[in-house]
């Protein structure tokens, strides 16, 4: 049992450049949630998923976008990359309802230059 | 949304000493994690506590929902207990998803 799988998990880009991270669970969990980690700042929401063919935005949605085509897959693009986004992405699953928590991948270092 | 503080922001402890970590939010929360994240950047699940108290080995955590705050108890510590808790909450309505809103973490390091 894979869990959550994140890929790449490393990543140089040059500013302007466009790039998919690719998030899959195996854990059939209906809820899909992309994150970012930056240095004292905890972990922050970019976008989420509630089901198959749904995203929504989270607390810093601005410059990506998202896709939801099959339940198992949640990808996160940059459409132009800015050295803002340079950060560590986490991608999460979790059940619907109060079943139980997160359960992480184990993250993708991206670098904008 | 709601604010989560975490205290204290670092600790350091000798191996074998035990040790209390606090998660205060600003309001209520139906959905409470603590996770930790080891020196290699992965991040555990560690309990899902809206409520209670939960055990699992040398750790325990208790919520109490009603005085918005969780604490998370490490005992006998060993060197692999260091690195970085999170606790993270969220308040939600049924069906839907569970937006978890992260503090900044307790940096730990266990010495020998």
């Known amino acids: 049992n894979a869990g959550v799988t994140q890929t790449p998990k490393f990543r140089v880009l040059k500013t302007g450049q466009s790039m998919t991270l690719l998030c899959a669970q195996d854990?059939?969990?209906?809820?899909m949630y992309w994150y970012r980690q930056d240095p004292g700042m905890g972990l922050r929401l970019i976008h989420y998923?509630?089901?198959?063919?749904?995203?929504a935005k989270g607390e810093v949605p601005d410059g990506y976008n998202v896709s939801r085509l099959k339940k198992q897959n949640f990808l996160l693009g940059l459409e132009s990359a800015a050295p803002s986004q340079t950060s560590v992405y986490f991608c999460?699953?979790?059940?619907?309802?109060?079943?139980?928590?997160?359960?992480f991948g184990s993250g993708t270092r991206l670098t904008v230059v | 949304g709601i604010q989560v503080e975490q205290s204290p922001p670092d600790l350091i402890l000798q191996e074998g000493a035990n040790s209390t970590l606090r998660c205060n939010f600003s309001?209520?929360?139906?959905?409470l994690q603590w996770f930790h994240q080891n020196p290699w950047g992965q991040l555990i699940n560690l309990f899902y506590?809206?409520?209670g108290t939960k055990q699992n080995g040398r750790l325990s955590a208790t919520t109490v929902a009603t005085e918005r705050y969780s604490l998370l108890y490490i005992s006998s510590s060993q060197t692999t207990d260091s690195g970085v808790y999170f606790c993270?909450?969220?308040?939600?309505?049924?069906?839907?998803?569970?937006?978890?809103?992260f503090g900044t973490g307790t940096r730990l390091q266990v010495t020998l």
């Open positions: 506590i809206p409520s």
């Open positions: 309001d209520s929360v139906n959905n």
């Open positions: 998923s509630v089901g198959e063919g749904t995203t």
């Open positions: 854990m059939n969990h209906e809820y």
């Open positions: 999460a699953s979790s059940p619907a309802g109060t079943i139980s928590g997160y359960t």
């Open positions: 993270a909450g969220s308040s939600y309505l049924t069906g839907t998803a569970s937006k978890l809103t």
